[in-house]
């Protein structure tokens, strides 16, 4: 906690800059500082006035400055809050996500699953459908609740491909009704998605919307086929 908290200091000094202006180096460090930030504003979900006094926390130790409280009081304390906000973050998540998931499946031609997932088709395939053991090839984009988008296929520049038994519950189900070119619109309730810990920009208990094209399919060989299903994959490119 200590190292990932001088580490989020670091990148909220750095200076304001475009892309343009800066070296690969300065680039990946940008990087850094944005994967740093993702990190703090999911665990505190920080306002632009609670962001000053991390910064002036910091500016007062690179000046040599006496710290304003004692960090073997307050130190400690640290882990406590980010835990009650998180808390607090991911009770709002779950209302909105209700929200989303009730006009998801309101929509015309919805059907909402006994997991939860509610699953729209927006374009019927004609291709083969995929086995859980399948490896499937999709190009897709992700949003938040709020509409944000978090991650795209289409803004990467190529398609993902991965065995559609290691990723997360909500596509291995949804894709599954899906067949070769074929689009979908995939609701999906946090406790098939990322749960109450999230991941990367994706924060606890989010109800996320993916649009998916399902472009080809893959047949496993008989021994992957017949092989225990792998674990969910951690990772925003394995949706």
């Known amino acids: 906690m200590k190292k990932l908290a001088v580490l989020i200091c670091l990148s909220l000094m750095l200076p304001a800059v475009h892309a343009a202006d800066m070296t690969e180096d300065q680039k990946t460090l940008y990087a850094l500082g944005v994967v740093l930030g993702q990190q703090a504003n999911a665990s505190f979900n920080l306002s632009p006035a609670e962001l ?6 910091m500016s007062d130790v690179i000046s040599g400055g006496k710290p304003a409280v004692e960090l073997e009081t307050y130190g400690p304390k640290i882990q406590q809050l980010a835990q009650t906000r998180r808390a607090a973050l991911n009770e709002k998540n779950l209302a ?45 984009k992700g949003t938040l609740p709020d509409g944000k988008e978090f991650d795209s296929s289409y803004k990467r520049g190529e398609p993902a491909e991965f065995p559609l038994n290691g990723v997360i519950k909500c596509w291995t189900e949804g894709v599954q009704k899906m067949k070769v070119g074929g689009k979908a619109k ?22 996320l919307s993916f649009e998916v094209e ?10 992957a086929a017949s092989s225990k299903p792998a674990k969910a994959a951690a990772s925003s490119k394995k949706k």
């Open 96 to 140: 909105a996500g209700k929200e989303v998931l009730e006009k998801a499946a309101k929509e015309a031609g919805a059907v909402k699953t006994e997991s939860g997932l509610v699953y729209l088709s927006l374009k019927e395939g004609s291709g083969a459908s995929p086995a859980p053991t399948d490896v499937v090839k999709v190009n897709y």
């Open 214 to 223: 399902l472009l080809s399919v893959t047949k496993a060989p008989a021994a």
């Open 186 to 207: 995939l609701t999906c309730p946090a406790a098939i998605a990322y749960g109450e810990n999230g991941m990367g920009p994706i924060p606890g208990n989010a109800t």
């Open 52 to 57: 000053e006094f991390i910064k002036k926390g």
